[in-house]
C-alpha cells in the first residue's frame, strides 16, 4: 500500500522527481486539502462574507433576474472552486458562480 508520502510527481521546471507535498506547497495550494475560491477580482472568499454582483444575474426556476450590484450577505462556500451558496429573499438554493461576484 502506498502512503501520499511516498508519492512523488515530476517538476518539468527543475526535470527532478519531487515529493507530493513539497509539490502541492511549491504551487501554493492549501496544506488541509481545502479548496480557495477567488471572487471576480482574485480576492479570496471565506464563509460568512458579503459579496455583490458584478452583472445582471437571471435566477432560473424563480423567474426573477438579479441585478448588478445587489448584495448577498452571509455566503457560504460549497467545497467547489467556483460555487458559493447564497440566501436571498424570494430564492431558495441560490448557487452562485464565483466569477460573477465581488467581495465587498
Known amino acids: 500500500m502506498q502512503n501520499d508520502d511516498d ?3 515530476y517538476e518539468e521546471a527543475s526535470g527532478e522527481w519531487i515529493s507530493a507535498a513539497d509539490a502541492a506547497a511549491a504551487a501554493g495550494a492549501p496544506a488541509d486539502g481545502a479548496v480557495e475560491v ?15 454582483l458584478i452583472k445582471d444575474l437571471t435566477v ?3 423567474g426573477q433576474t438579479l441585478k ?3 448584495l448577498i450577505k452571509s455566503i457560504r462556500l ?16 441560490l448557487v452562485l458562480r464565483a466569477e460573477f461576484v465581488r467581495k465587498r
Open 7 to 9: 508519492s512523488f510527481v
Open 38 to 52: 477567488r471572487d471576480s477580482v482574485g480576492n479570496l472568499l471565506a464563509d460568512g462574507d458579503q459579496v455583490t
Open 60 to 62: 432560473k426556476g424563480a
Open 68 to 70: 448588478r450590484g445587489t
Open 78 to 93: 460549497t467545497g467547489d472552486a467556483q460555487e458559493i451558496d447564497c440566501k436571498f429573499d424570494g430564492i431558495k438554493g
